[in-house]
C-alpha cells in the first residue's frame, strides 16, 4: 500500500532527523525543530496552547514476530546521550565519536563515565573527516601515527572496545590505512573488542581502499554501512532500498566470516527539492532570477539593492519506520545474519524496539 504524504509534513518530520553519518553530507537540525518533531518542546508562556499537528497520512503496521539478534549495535551521539536509555534491546553501544584534530590529535573523548549502557558493551568511535587529514595521520613512520595509536590505546582504556570509522581514506594510503588497523590491532591486545566500519560495496574494487576480506583479519567485527544509496546531492530516493542492501549483503558474506559480519541499517531519512533558492550569483543571473520571478521592486538598504520574491518547490523524501527498517532486519536474518547495527539512537521510530530481541 503506498502512502500519500502532504509536502509541508513531511517537510517537518524529516527535517526532525540527523540524517546521515558523513560529516559533509549530516544536516543538524535546530532545537525547535527537533522539540517539535518530539512531542517535547519546552513550556511556553503563551495566552493559547498551540494545537498537535494531525497527520494525513497513515504508516503500514508491521506484522509478524520480532527479529531475533544475538548482537544489536547502536551509536549513541555524545551531544545526545538523553536520546539513549539502557532499556533498548541493544548489546553493543558505540559513543560516537573521539576526532582527530589538524595536528593529528585525539580530541573530543567521549566521557564513558557519562552514559550508562548497563549490561551492554561500550565501544569508543574514533572518527577522521578530512581526505588529507586522514593521508596525514597515516604517514609510516610519523610521529604523527605513532602518537595518535598510542593515543587511542590509552582513550579506550575505560570501553570495551575501539572502533575506527575512517570513511575518506585517499586510494594511495590503501596499504598505510590497512597497517595502521593491523597495528592498532597489535596494541589494542586481545582483552579488547576492535571494529571497523566500511562502506557499502556489491564487489572488490581495483585498489579497493576498503578490502573487506584484508580489514576482517585484523579485527572482531566489520560493520557494513549498507546505507546512503542516495545522499543528499543524488537523485531522490532510498537511503537504503531492499534490492541494494540485498547486493551488499550477498558479497559482504563472501567477504567477511559470519562471525564478524555486522549488518548497519539507517533509522534516518532524506528530502530532497527541485528548486534551490540559496546561491551566489552574477549581477546577469541575479537579473534573470528577478524577472522570471516578476519581482516588482528593488530597494536600496544603506545604497546596497536588496529583493523579495516567493517560490514554491517540489519536495520528494524518503524515511524510515518501523515497518521499512523491519523489512531489512528480516531480508538479513533470513539470510543468517543475526549480528545488526543501527545508525542511529534518536533517530528512530520509537516503537521498532519493541521488534527486537536478543538471544544468545
Not at 576526532?99 to 564513558?112: H, S
Request: include cysteine; glycine fraction near 6%.
Amino acid at each position: 500500500m503506498k502512502r500519500t504524504i502532504s509536502c509541508i509534513l513531511l517537510l517537518c518530520l524529516v527535517s526532525a532527523i540527523s540524517f546521515a553519518k558523513g560529516k559533509a553530507d549530516t544536516e543538524v537540525p535546530t532545537e525547535d525543530v527537533e522539540y517539535a518533531f518530539k512531542g517535547d518542546e519546552p513550556s511556553v508562556n503563551t495566552e493559547e496552547e498551540e494545537k498537535p499537528l494531525v497527520p494525513l497520512y497513515t504508516l503500514r503496521e508491521p506484522t509478524g514476530k520480532p527479529v531475533e539478534l544475538r548482537e544489536s549495535w547502536g551509536y549513541v551521539m555524545q551531544s545526545r546521550i538523553g536520546e539513549y536509555n539502557n532499556s533498548m534491546p541493544l548489546t553493543d553501544v558505540c559513543f560516537f565519536s573521539a576526532e582527530v584534530n589538524c595536528y593529528g590529535e585525539l580530541v573530543g573523548i567521549p566521557n564513558r563515565s557519562k552514559i550508562n549502557t548497563g549490561k551492554a558493551r561500550c565501544h569508543l568511535v574514533i572518527t577522521c573527516d578530512s581526505r588529507s587529514l586522514t593521508h596525514f595521520i597515516l604517514a609510516p613512520g610519523s610521529k604523527e601515527r605513532s602518537n595518535l595509536l598510542k593515543a587511542i590505546v590509552k582513550a579506550g582504556q575505560p570501553y570495551d572496545g575501539v572502533q575506527i570509522d575512517f570513511e575518506l581514506v585517499p586510494a594511495r594510503d590503501r596499504k598505510h590505512f590497512i597497517t595502521f588497523l593491523a597495528d592498532l590491532r597489535y596494541m589494542l591486545g586481545k582483552v579488547k573488542w576492535f571494529t571497523v566500519c566500511v562502506p557499502a560495496r556489491f564487489r572488490l574494487l581495483s585498489e579497493d581502499i576498503y578490502p573487506y576480506a584484508e580489514i576482517a583479519q585484523y579485527s572482531d567485527r566489520v560493520f557494513i554501512m549498507a546505507y546512503d544509496e542516495h545522499w543528499s546531492t543524488s537523485r531522490p530516493g532510498p537511503v537504503a532500498s531492499v534490492d541494494w542492501c540485498r547486493k551488499v549483503m550477498e558479497y559482504a558474506q563472501k567477504s567477511i566470516p559470519p562471525k564478524k559480519l555486522i549488518m548497519g541499517i539507517p533509522f534516518y531519512g532524506r528530502t530532497w527539492a527541485n528548486e534551490t533558492t540559496a546561491g551566489g550569483w552574477y549581477f546577469s543571473g541575479a537579473n534573470r532570477i528577478m524577472t522570471e520571478h516578476k519581482v516588482p521592486e528593488v530597494v536600496y538598504e544603506s545604497d546596497i539593492p536588496t529583493f523579495k520574491y516567493t517560490a514554491s518547490v517540489d519536495v520528494t523524501g524518503y524515511f524510515n519506520d518501523t515497518y521499512s527498517v523491519l523489512q531489512l532486519c528480516r531480508l538479513y536474518e533470513e539470510a543468517g545474519i543475526h549480528k545488526m547495527g543501527f545508525w542511529r539512537v534518536g533517530q528512530e521510530d520509537p516503537t521498532i524496539w519493541d521488534w527486537i530481541k536478543i538471544v544468545k
